[in-house]
């Protein structure tokens, strides 16, 4: 069997998913609700947030939850090129996420030294992203790249890899990818519902986090 050795940036970002259970992807588009929004998701649970950098509040965003909340660990997400990956490291982030991954894009993460969890959606690519020590990869879009029946079918031929299923998944499926032995956690923007954001309705978005937190497999 072929042995795949963890790059640092990949130890280090397993440090952090591995102790996961739920990552929620959050989309910000106000500055001002970034901070009461990490702190419902951390009140109920769940401390590894990533913050997509879909929107140009992002980084502001990043910024005041690293400088309020530093028990929150901060991912960015889709992360395109070395300008944000560098970015990203600038505001506070502590690991950065993409939905594929290029051999440029591999390079920025180790010149600007920030842990990178890539993106796979087939056995191709994860052993691509394994053979440079990457062995915590996102696989996106779970559902519809093959969800369970492609993790179970990659599970044997590629034991050392875990994966962060993201893209599909709600609290009904999350249970079931969570008790794969391939599946560290997994990455979900159920936690934060639009509506429940633009509403400020933090309690619900604590009450979802909880439930959430209690998917975590017992040992």
């Known amino acids: 069997m072929t042995s795949y050795t963890p790059s640092p940036l990949s130890r ?14 959050l989309v910000v588009h106000n ?8 702190e419902a998701l951390a009140k109920g649970g769940l401390t590894v947030l990533e913050i997509t950098l879909r929107t140009e509040a992002a980084f502001a965003a990043i910024e005041a939850i690293a400088r309020t909340l530093p028990e929150v660990t901060l991912g960015a997400g889709t992360v395109l090129n070395r300008q944000q990956m560098q970015q990203a490291a600038d505001h506070g982030c502590r690991f950065a996420v993409s939905p594929g991954a290029t051999p440029a894009l591999l390079a920025a993460a ?12 087939s056995a191709s690519e994860a ?15 779970a559902e519809a790249a093959g969800g369970m029946a492609l993790l179970k079918s990659l599970a044997e031929p590629l034991p050392q890899i875990g994966f962060c299923p993201t893209g599909g998944i709600d609290l009904a499926r999350a249970p079931a990818y969570l008790a794969l032995k ?21 309690k619900r978005i604590e009450k979802l986090a909880a439930e959430a937190t209690a998917l975590r497999p017992q040992a």
Do not use: T
């Open 182 to 202: 391939n599946v560290v956690c997994v990455g979900g923007s159920w936690v934060a519902p639009k509506d429940a954001v633009e509403a400020c309705d933090w």
């Open 127 to 141: 052993m691509v992203l394994a053979e440079r020590g990457y062995l915590r990869q996102k696989l996106f879009p």
């Open 12 to 25: 280090r970002v397993a440090e952090v998913i591995d102790a996961a259970v739920v990552i929620p992807v």
């Open 110 to 121: 180790e010149a600007v030294g920030m842990p990178f969890l890539p993106g796979a959606a």
């Open 31 to 38: 500055p001002a609700q970034a901070v009461p929004l990490a």
